[in-house]
């Protein structure tokens, strides 16, 4: 018999399909939609809301999306008023169709200040110097000219997912509570992933909807980013995890990506450990001076799409920042970076 270490329940057996909803808990349906990625789809959350309903998350924009929120919002919720449309975070998979969904129901949308500013610095262009700051950082870590090229081209893709932001927002508090069908539930604003983003925990009925800060089956990206490169993301991340390791053990998960789950405990220690045996990895390797590139290729290998290279870049460099903020590890001021172990 295989022995399971760590193995987390999932309490839904049933497979959602895309654009119909399904329930996973009373008066809460998960809503599977398509999003571009090799990660194909994102879970947004409708909860039954008096009479009628909040949404919380929205979705990368493409016409197929529109066409399933169309028939969802006329189908399933009947027309009935959308009362709150509440986004986690800023990635365009989740802020995505927004402003879209609010034109449509004039529903508010709720997010966090940081969240929302966030979106619309996202959905600027660049000017030149601000391109040339984004080169930098990633020639400063080791990309060579053919990789720094194939990054230049995709600037501007944010917009593809967003096409348009957030025009106004209700601004949603780290600690403070949203009634959504007379039940409270909790805002815990976290940083690591994104700079502020929100989960809601109900307390009472133990049930979480955790964004992408807390997945079942991935690790969510902890990047540094080329106009924050002294950030210590990773920091931020752990001490994330730190507090939804003490939520109550059966914490029924709603992750936006992957299926529900509960064993949030032992979920948030295997990611700890992770990043930890990460950190441990990285004191080794740096025993000789190396760049970032070869610290991408140690820990992410050499094959890598063109954006999973700028993931990795912002993870790598999370990681590293992390034992410079420690003190364990000291990085060259060259034209190329080389980190070193103390
Ligand atoms: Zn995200």
Redesign the pocket.
């Known amino acids: 018999m295989l022995k399971k270490t760590n193995a987390l329940e999932y309490p839904i057996s049933s497979k959602p399909e895309f654009g119909i909803p399904m329930e996973v808990s009373e008066g809460i349906f998960l809503l599977k939609m398509p999003i571009p990625y090799t990660l194909d789809h994102i879970n947004l959350w409708l909860l039954r809301d008096g009479n009628g309903w909040t949404i919380v998350d929205s979705g990368f924009y493409s016409d197929e999306a529109a066409q399933l929120w169309q028939t969802v919002l006329s189908g399933f919720c009947q027309n009935e008023p959308i009362h709150k449309i509440v986004i986690t975070?800023f990635?365009p998979?989740?802020v995505g169709m927004a402003q879209w969904l609010a034109n449509k129901t004039q529903a508010p949308i709720h997010m966090s200040q940081i969240e929302y500013l966030t979106t619309h610095m996202a959905c600027q262009s660049y000017s030149d110097n601000q391109k040339a700051a984004r080169r930098h950082y990633f020639s400063s870590f080791g990309l060579n000219d053919e990789q720094l090229n194939s990054l230049q081209d995709r600037i501007g893709g944010y917009v593809t997912g967003v096409p348009e932001a957030p025009i106004s927002y209700t601004r949603l508090l780290d600690g403070d509570s949203l009634l959504i069908d007379n039940d409270s539930w909790d805002l815990l604003l976290f940083s690591g992933?994104?700079p502020g983003h929100i989960c809601l925990f109900n307390k009472n009925r133990k049930l979480l909807i955790s964004?992408?800060q807390i997945l079942p089956s991935i690790s969510?990206n902890i990047s540094v980013v080329f106009n924050e490169t002294d950030a210590n993301p990773l920091a931020d991340y752990l001490a994330s995890l730190s507090v939804l390791k003490q939520l109550d053990k059966d914490t029924r998960v709603l992750p936006?990506h992957g299926r529900v789950f509960v064993g949030i405990e032992q979920r948030s220690e295997t990611l700890i450990q992770g990043h930890l045996s990460s950190l441990d990895q990285l004191r080794r390797f740096c025993q000789m001076p190396r760049t970032g590139l070869e610290v991408i290729e140690e820990m992410f290998g050499n094959r890598l799409s063109i954006f999973n290279l700028s993931l990795a870049t912002g993870e790598a460099m999370a990681h590293l920042n992390y034992l410079l903020y420690t003190g364990e590890l000291s990085r060259s001021d060259d034209a190329v970076y080389h980190y070193k172990t103390n």
Request: net charge negative; hydrophobic share 0%.
């Open positions: 975070h990635h998979d989740h992933h994104s964004g992408d969510p936006s």
